[in-house]
């Protein structure tokens, strides 16, 4: 017992984050994103559509910005409601909330997504929602796909099969966006992955939590009414050069289009979409709204580095202890650095 006063004192002394001026204690969380943090099958041509660099007039750009926004705020509506559409794991928004309030007590430093998807656009709209739904654009620092510049060690080792190295997220976590420290350990860094990456997993240890593969299809139809409502923006004139743009771009056979169709730009549009995405739930289909086992993972994560759980009763009972422990434990680690 005196030993353990005398150290929470000394762990007080020398405050509860900083030695020596460096900034210990801050962790990353670092998720995968097809089937870890969503599914995307059904919502690639609706991003691809309203993100693009395709040549075309400056009024159709504009507008596409703007639909591009309500599409995610509609999507994002859903995501939160009773009837998601299932594009984020649900329990998803839920996990970030609580990573963005552990970032504002300096618990975590960022949270980064780290996919094999080759399409960055992907990437950016789950951010986007995620974004959106804890106000804040700080918090998922930097987006990694298959294509990242510092990824060719990855992509040329082993070509084909898609790794994930500690050596690479290191050096981008420390090059790039999240400006981490150069001494950054393995220890302060959480990752998720419905995938075994062989060489991550030895490198993180209990830090990796391989989780189940979350693989539910949005309805093609909900999606479809969103984008609906989400281009109504655009003039008659630009959704023609749209439509052409989309039937040049994804349209697969020539039944696709139907020229003697008198339907309008938009439906043949969400018709080459619906072609290329069967499959998808049916539109009174919702995600299980349970948390599911990966979610659980990800609540132990952040369980071990704040001092409290998410439900006030947990919160009441066990707040005291863990708070002592953990002051224990950072003081343990202090020690331990100074006698390095
Ligand atoms: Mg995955």
Not at 59 to 67: E, F, M
Not at 265 to 285: P, Y
Request: proline share 3%.
């Amino acid at each position: 017992m005196k030993i353990r006063s005398v150290q929470l004192n000394l762990g007080q002394k020398l405050g509860h984050y900083k030695l020596k001026n460096k900034i210990i204690g801050m962790s990353y969380f670092i998720f995968d994103m097809d089937e870890t943090l969503a599914e995307l099958y059904s919502v690639y041509y609706f991003i691809a559509t309203l993100k693009n660099d395709e040549e075309m007039p400056e009024s159709l750009k504009k507008s596409l910005d703007d639909s591009y926004k309500i599409f995610v705020e509609k999507v994002l509506n859903k995501e939160k409601s009773n009837e998601p559409l299932g594009i984020l794991r649900p329990g998803i928004l839920e996990i970030m909330k609580q990573l963005s309030n552990l970032q504002k007590q300096g618990k975590v430093k960022n949270v980064v997504i780290y996919s094999n998807n080759g399409h960055l656009e992907s990437l950016y709209f789950i951010r986007d929602l995620i974004h959106l739904y804890v106000k804040s654009n700080n918090l998922i620092k930097e987006c990694i796909h298959w294509d990242h510049p510092m990824r060719k060690e990855e992509i040329n080792g082993r070509p084909g099969a898609a790794n994930k190295t500690w050596n690479v997220l290191k050096n981008i976590l420390v090059k790039g966006n999240c400006v981490a420290d150069p001494d950054l350990k393995a220890e302060d860094v959480y990752f998720f992955d419905d995938l075994d990456h062989t060489d991550l997993k030895r490198n993180l240890g209990i830090n990796y939590y391989q989780v189940p593969g979350y693989n539910f299809k949005a309805s093609i139809n909900r999606l479809s009414q969103i984008f609906r409502e989400s281009t109504e923006n655009i003039n008659k004139n630009d959704m023609e050069i749209l439509k052409n743009n989309v039937i040049k771009r994804f349209a697969k056979k020539n039944n696709d289009i139907n020229t003697n169709s008198v339907n309008s730009a938009i439906e043949i549009i969400l018709n080459i979409f619906k072609n290329n995405t069967k499959g998808t739930m049916g539109d009174n289909v919702y995600p299980p709204l349970s948390l599911d086992e990966g979610i659980k993972m990800m609540l132990q994560a952040i369980d071990r580095i704040s001092s409290f759980k998410g439900g006030k009763r947990n919160y009441r009972l066990t707040k005291k202890k863990r708070t002592k422990k953990s002051r224990i434990k950072m003081h343990m680690r202090k020690s331990q650095m100074r006698k390095n």
